[in-house]
Nanobody
Framework: QVQLVESGGGLVQAGGSLRLSCAASVRTFSRYRMGWFRQAPGKEREFVAGISLSGGQTFYLDSVKVRFTISRDYAKNTVYLQRNSLQSEESAVYYC?????????????????WGQGTQVNVSS
């Protein structure tokens, strides 16, 4: 089991930027496909971005494709989500997760390990 710890959440104005981090407590970080999800109040958790084992392939929710960037640092066992031009409706708890199935899969059930989430509030 992989322990994941997200950080970097907080309050940001609409149009601003924020980078989230997810640190994985595992020696074999390179064996895990990683994903970011978010859950807004009263809504289901949704896939936001995913990255392959090598980091060479990335996947995004259509609405964030040109504004968000997922990346990973193998030396730090960390996956990042850089988010630009944030919108107020993107206030949510953001989670990272590992997938043994496929990089970029949007199905929550195909992710195994989850972090506790980090709250992001975007003020309008």
């Amino acid at each position: 089991q992989v322990q994941l710890v997200e950080s970097g959440g907080g309050l940001v104005q609409a149009g601003g930027s924020l980078r989230l981090s997810c640190a994985a407590s595992v020696r074999t970080f390179s064996r895990y496909r990683m994903g970011w999800f978010r859950q807004a109040p009263g809504k289901e958790r949704e896939f936001v971005a995913g990255i392959s084992l090598s980091g060479g392939q990335t996947f995004y929710l259509d609405s964030v494709k040109v504004r968000f960037t997922i990346s990973r640092d193998y030396a730090k066992n960390t996956v990042y989500l850089q988010r630009n031009s944030l919108q107020s409706e993107e206030s949510a708890v953001y989670y990272c997760a590992t997938s043994p199935v496929a990089a970029g899969t949007p199905w929550e059930g195909e992710y195994e390990d989850w972090g506790q989430g980090t709250q992001v509030n975007v003020s309008s």
